[in-house]
């Protein structure tokens, strides 16, 4: 089941999230996060109007998906960065394509035009499921961040919806 996120929420989504910070680098945070400071996180995108998924299995938080904004700039306002993480024992079960899928119907819904999507790499699985949902590689910025004591990639994928007007 895919769902608006509540603030009920927060403890799950820091706790796989946190895991993400302690053990890859599909994050460059170092340090975990309180549900507490993931409620202040949770806050700036609501109040952006932008979305914030979870999807749960038998009632317990497996993912969680959200958009923010791209920049803070006027003229960037139809575009969003998207976020997707999946708690490490559910992953390969499509719990992180339903939640982008639904992710990206209510972006369209809301008139958002281009969705970004930024991927540390190597990371062949968030590189497919972007593909697969449609996204293209616009841009490879080499060894931008260092974590666990190694140079790191960053590659962004792009996709334009049918919500703008």
């Not at 700039?73 to 559910?90: K, L, N």
Request: aromatic residues 12%; proline residues 3%.
């Amino acid at each position: 089941m895919i769902r608006p996120a509540a603030h009920s929420d927060l403890e799950e989504i820091a706790r796989i999230y946190n895991h993400y910070i302690i053990n890859d680098i599909a994050t460059f945070e170092e340090k975990p996060v309180s549900a507490s400071e993931m409620a202040v996180r949770f806050e700036v995108i609501r109040s952006a109007g932008l979305p914030w998924r979870v999807a749960e299995k038998q009632g317990k938080v497996v993912g969680y998906a959200y958009a923010g904004k791209w920049s803070g700039r006027c003229s960037y306002r139809f575009s969003v960065e998207s976020t997707v993480y999946v708690d490490p024992a559910a992953i390969g079960q499509g719990f992180g394509r339903a939640l982008y899928e639904v992710l990206l119907d209510t972006l369209r819904d809301r008139s958002v035009h281009v969705v970004i999507g930024g991927i540390s790499l190597p990371n062949a699985a968030s590189v497919a499921l972007h593909e697969r949902l449609g996204f293209q590689k616009v841009a490879h910025f080499r060894e931008v961040g260092f974590k666990f004591n190694r140079w790191i990639d960053v590659g962004y994928w792009q996709a334009a919806l049918d919500g703008y007007h």
